[in-house]
């Protein structure tokens, strides 16, 4: 499958973003899918992840309570709805899929990966 993520931008601290990934392809309701992002010069790390149904959630620390993943299987999208966002959440945000249909937290276990939407928070 092919993925496309979009919605990044320029925003303040406190304000929401909600990013899209679009997925291209027969077997995208088949996977579990996960938003992964990347810090200036910093490594890539966990947001977090959707089963393949939507049923299960699971979320990074240091953004749990404050964004939620959702998908759609009949659009083949996921989202990635941030609030309250915080200078420290700027980062390149990317979308993945899974290579199981449950929830996977490590970046080794995602096949498939989208070009990356860039989020800045300013102060």
């Known amino acids: 499958v092919q993925l496309q993520a979009f919605g990044g931008g320029l925003v303040q601290a406190g304000e929401s973003l909600r990013l899209s990934c679009a997925g291209y392809?027969?077997?995208?309701?088949?996977?579990?899918m996960g938003w992964f992002r990347q810090p200036p010069g910093k490594e890539r790390e966990f947001v977090a992840a959707i089963s393949w149904s939507g049923d299960s959630t699971k979320y990074a620390d240091s953004v749990k309570g404050r964004f939620t993943i959702s998908r759609d299987n009949a659009q083949k999208v996921v989202y990635l709805q941030m609030n309250g966002l915080k200078p420290e959440d700027t980062a390149v945000y990317y979308c993945a899929r899974a290579t199981t249909a449950y929830i996977q937290q490590v970046a080794r276990l995602f096949n498939s990966w989208g070009q990356g939407t860039e989020v800045t928070v300013s102060s």
């Open positions: 392809g027969r077997t995208f309701s088949s996977y579990a």
